[in-house]
Nanobody, 117 residues
Framework: VQLQASGGGLVQAGDSLRLTCAAS????????VAWYRQAPGKEREWVTE???????EYADSVKGRFTISRDNAKNTVYLQMNSLKPEDTAVYYC????????????WGKGTQVTVSS
């Protein structure tokens, strides 16, 4: 499985962005997919995840502002980010797992999101 994240950019606080994670491989649709982010000088952190059946989970820092969704027909997962804050600035990565809650097995290259105040 190969993953490619896109959609990052430079926006102002309060703006929205939608990130896309495009995947190759039929089995992608049977995998949990997550978004992580890493800000300069900080450790990578988990942001959100979508499981088989559409169950979603979010970090408290993004709950109510970010929405993860997937389109299995397109082998794509989206991250809609609203009400962006400067502290959301980071490189965002999508990742997929062979098994839920057992760690991520596949990682894509990140996409930079920069939120100015």
């Amino acid at each position: 499985v190969q993953l490619q994240a896109s959609g990052g950019g430079l926006v102002q606080a309060g703006d929205s962005l939608r990130l896309t994670c495009a995947a190759s491989g039929y089995i992608f649709r049977s995998m949990p997919v997550a978004w992580y982010r890493q800000a300069p000088g900080k450790e990578r952190e988990w942001v959100t995840e979508i499981f088989i059946g559409g169950i979603t989970e979010y970090a408290d820092s993004v709950k109510g502002r970010f929405t993860i969704s997937r389109d299995n027909a397109k082998n794509t997962v989206y991250l809609q980010m609203n009400s962006l804050k400067p502290e959301d600035t980071a490189v965002y990565y999508c990742a997929a797992a062979k098994k839920a809650r057992a760690g991520m097995d596949y990682w894509g290259k990140g996409t930079q999101v920069t939120v100015s105040s």
